[in-house]
């Protein structure tokens, strides 16, 4: 279910005084904070729980959330068994 409109969206106080406060790279944990139209154009560095990844924000981004252009998890490809291949 969607977030009730009279809520309005989550931003991390934070966050929003550093990007009020400074034009350099930000820095956040705070994967949950939804990205507003001040975002626009600023680079934000997103941690996934190992590293800080760059996210820079563009109009198509905008109404999602920071935690979703960052995988948390490795991509592991299915490969086979080498002790059968070696047969």
């Known amino acids: 279910m969607p977030r009730a409109l009279w809520k309005g969206p989550f931003i991390s106080k934070d966050l ?29 560095e997103v941690y996934n729980g190992k590293n800080y990844f760059p996210v820079l924000i563009t109009e198509d981004k905008l109404g999602y959330k920071l935690g979703s252009f960052i995988f ?16």
């Open 16 to 44: 929003f005084r550093k990007l009020e406060s400074s034009t350099k790279i930000l820095r956040t944990r705070n994967r949950s904070t939804v990205i507003v139209p001040s975002f626009l154009g600023k680079l934000i």
């Open 72 to 87: 948390t998890r490795n991509y592991k490809k299915f490969t086979k068994n080498d002790r059968k291949l070696k047969k």
